[in-house]
Nanobody, 111 residues
Framework: QVQLVESGGGLVQPGGSLRLSCAAS????????MGWYRQAPGKRRELVAT???????YYVDSVKGRFTISRDNAKNTWYLQMNSLKPEDTAVYYC?????WGQGTQVTVSS
């Protein structure tokens, strides 16, 4: 049974930074990509960043140059470093592995 637990969300001012973590337990392999999605109020859940099988990275255009996804294989944990945050980044962020989802962590960017 795979379980994903996010942490690191919070309230930050525009231009600030946060780092989200996703700790995975259970059988984790490189068969599936792992990534981060977000869902803002009234909007559809969207893919933000992912580590594709083979190690390639993908970012949605709106976060390129500001967000960085990374993975610590020894800890079965992956991260989303978010810099230069904007109010439009406000959303609940979810980590994903295959068909498994974390519970979500709220990120609010506001002055």
């Amino acid at each position: 049974q795979v379980q994903l637990v996010e942490s690191g969300g919070g309230l930050v001012q525009p231009g600030g930074s946060l780092r989200l973590s996703c700790a995975a337990s259970g059988i984790i392999s490189s068969i599936f990509g792992m990534g981060w999605y977000r869902q803002a109020p009234g909007k559809r859940r969207e893919l933000v960043a992912t580590i594709i099988t083979g190690g390639s990275l993908y970012y949605v255009d709106s976060v390129k140059g500001r967000f960085t996804i990374s993975r610590d294989n020894a800890k079965n944990t992956w991260y989303l470093q978010m810099n230069s945050l904007k109010p439009e980044d406000t959303a609940v962020y979810y980590c994903n592995y295959g068909s498994h989802w974390g519970q979500g962590t709220q990120v609010t960017v506001s002055s």
